[in-house]
Every structure is written in structure tokens, then in C-alpha cells.
């Protein structure tokens, strides 16, 4: 069966922990489903990326850190895209970002969701 | 029964033993599948959901592809098929109960049935007999498995 694409924007960032699971576990799900997954980070998502940042970052207390739950996703091969606008808000330079991932512009995004067969933001 | 390091496999079942799921041949030509007694270990106690994907039936997968998949609190991962076939059913009753894919996982808590697109060419690629245990169990001990 020909592969369909999903997209994920990722706007929730460090600020709010409990919110920072579900958008990657829900990316693993459909990867292993055989969709084509591409996170778009962009606002606060984009600091989830930047190196060792998510591992401080606990949805649950006492739980897996966000950093298990992007090296669950990375392994099943969904595909990470981050917003250059967004790292020049925070002040990041791309090799501050964890490896893999890939820098756009809003163009990008747009055309990501026009190829998507579904799109969902958190 | 065959237990090996605490792990339950049957002897009279096809395994392709990487991805952790079996085959049995029915009577009338079809493939009962499931996930293995390591695949339920791995996936942990207590499931949120073991799900095939609807689209799926009817299709011809290649084996090693996501036929299902199973949700945990701290797992979630593909069932891949065993063998290149047409995906005939889902097993309705895992909506339900999917911890039914742990407490009973070649039994009640079979996955899907599949039609095997050629079993005699396939079947040579899995594990099965006294054998394809003993080749499970390697697998075992190397990757530090126990159930």
C-alpha cells in the first residue's frame, strides 16, 4: 500500500510539560502505523529541540523525560523540520538543535500540509 | 509446551523470531498470527490497545510490514507480518480486552488471520520445530530477554 504523509505542528514547548508527550508518542503510533510522519516545530516546540533541553523536561513527574519520548519517535523514523523564524526567537543557532533536524521556512510548512493526508497541532 | 527463559513458545508454531510474531496454518489455507510471548514482555503489563489498521484488510502485505499495532504506557511499536499475505480479518475481540494479546498470546489473543500470498516459499524463512526454538532462544540470550 502506497505510504501516506501526516503532519504534526508542534508549538508547545518546555513551559508546559504535560503537553509535551502525547504530539510525539501519538508521531511513534502513526510511524508504526506506515504513515510517513514529519514533526514541524515551530514557537515554543523549536527549545524541545535544542540539545539536552528535553531531558529536563517531565510530562509526568517522576516519569520518562521528553527526550525518551523523541528518541521513540527519531527510531521509528518520523522525520523532525524546525522553523528558522522560531530559533532566531529563541536565540538558537542551528547547531545549538539536536542532529537530524532539518531546518525550513513557513513555506515548507505550508507545503508539508498540502501533501499531508492529515495534519494535527499541539 | 516449550518454555524458554521463562517465555512460552510453542514448538508447532512459525516464528520470525526478529520481530517477535508467529504464524499458524489453519485447515482451510489461512494464517493465524499474533505477537509471541517476548513481543507481550516487551510491550509490558498492562496494554492500552492492540489495533489493526482498518485500511489494511483486504491488502496484500509484505512480510516484515505493520499489520497492527500495540500501545502501552511505556511502549508503542508495530505487529509486523510474519509472511507476505492478504490481511483477511482483525480479531474484533482485542478492542475490547487487549491484554487478552499477554494473557493468552497464541490463543484467544491472536491479531489477524491472513492469507499468505505463497506459505511454501515463505515458511522457509521462519523458525519453527524443536529447531526454531532453540534459534528463538539464541535471540534470546543475546539481546538479554526474559518474560
Known amino acids: ?122 | 509446551m516449550t518454555e524458554v527463559r521463562g517465555c512460552n513458545l510453542p514448538e508447532d508454531l512459525y516464528y520470525l523470531i526478529d520481530k517477535h510474531v508467529w504464524a499458524k496454518p489453519m485447515e482451510d489455507g489461512t494464517l493465524r498470527v499474533g505477537m509471541t510471548a517476548v513481543a507481550a514482555k516487551l510491550a509490558g503489563s498492562n496494554l492500552a490497545g492492540v489495533t489493526v489498521k482498518a485500511k489494511n484488510i483486504g491488502q496484500e502485505l509484505a512480510q516484515g510490514k505493520s499489520m497492527a499495532t500495540v500501545e502501552s504506557s511505556k511502549f508503542v511499536g508495530p505487529v509486523p507480518a510474519p509472511v507476505t499475505g492478504v490481511l483477511l480479518r482483525g480479531n474484533e475481540a482485542l478492542a475490547s480486552d487487549p491484554n487478552v494479546v499477554s494473557r493468552d498470546p497464541y490463543g484467544e489473543g491472536w491479531i489477524a488471520e491472513l492469507k499468505p500470498s505463497n506459505w511454501e516459499a515463505d515458511k522457509g524463512s521462519l523458525a519453527t520445530g524443536a529447531d526454531g526454538i532453540a534459534a528463538y532462544q539464541a535471540k534470546l540470550e543475546a539481546d538479554n530477554i526474559s518474560c
Open chain 1, 1 to 122: 500500500m502506497e505510504d501516506e504523509k501526516i503532519l504534526i505542528v508542534m508549538t508547545s514547548g518546555p513551559d508546559t510539560p504535560r503537553r509535551c508527550a502525547t504530539p510525539f508518542f501519538f508521531a511513534t503510533l502513526a510511524a508504526a502505523m506506515d504513515y510517513e510522519v514529519t514533526m514541524f516545530f515551530t514557537i515554543d516546540g523549536t527549545l524541545l529541540l535544542k540539545k539536552g533541553m528535553a531531558e529536563t523536561v517531565f510530562p509526568k513527574e517522576g516519569g520518562k523525560p521528553v527526550s525518551g519520548f523523541i528518541q521513540d519517535a527519531l527510531d521509528a523514523g518520523v522525520k523532525f523540520t524546525a522553523c528558522t523564524a522560531s530559533t532566531e526567537l529563541h536565540d538558537l543557532k542551528p547547531e545549538d538543535l539536536l542532529d537530524g533536524v532539518k531546518m525550513v521556512g513557513g513555506a515548507y510548512m505550508w507545503q508539508l500540509a498540502e501533501d499531508a493526508k492529515t495534519t494535527m497541532t499541539f
